[in-house]
C-alpha cells in the first residue's frame, strides 16, 4: 500500500477548513473528515486515478462538491500539499499550483 504524507501546509489547510465547515453547520466538519478519509483511500489504491493538472505533476482531487485536495505521488508515496475551498478566487488554485511547483523534483 502507498504511504500518505501530509505538508505542514496541507494540515493547516485541513484544520481551517474543518472549522470553517463545523462554523456552518453542526457536524459539517465530521462530513468534510468522511469524505476525505474516502478519497484517501482510494487514492493509496490508485494513487494516479485523478489526472495531472499542472506540469509540476501536481494532481487534484475532489474531496467533496467544493473542497480540492492538491498531491503529486512521488517514489516515496503520495505527498498532499494543500486543500481549499474550490469557490474561493478561481485563480487561487492556479497560483497555488504555481507557488508549490517551485523547486520541487520531478515526478515519478
Known amino acids: 500500500m502507498v504511504e500518505i504524507l501530509w505538508t505542514g501546509r496541507a494540515d493547516a489547510d485541513l ?4 472549522e470553517r465547515a463545523e462554523g456552518h453547520s453542526e457536524g459539517a466538519g465530521d462530513r468534510l473528515q468522511e469524505g476525505l478519509v474516502h478519497v484517501l483511500d482510494l487514492m493509496q489504491m490508485f494513487p494516479e486515478r485523478w ?26 508515496g ?4 494543500a ?21 520541487l523534483p520531478p515526478t515519478r
Do not use: K, N
Open 78 to 81: 503520495i505527498i498532499v500539499h
Open 15 to 18: 484544520q481551517r477548513l474543518y
Open 83 to 103: 486543500m481549499f475551498d474550490l469557490r474561493e478566487d478561481p485563480r487561487y488554485a492556479e497560483r497555488l499550483l504555481d507557488d508549490l511547483s517551485r523547486g
Open 51 to 76: 489526472r495531472v493538472v499542472h506540469r509540476g505533476g501536481f494532481r487534484r482531487a475532489l474531496v467533496s462538491r467544493t473542497i480540492g485536495l492538491i498531491y503529486r505521488v512521488e517514489a516515496r
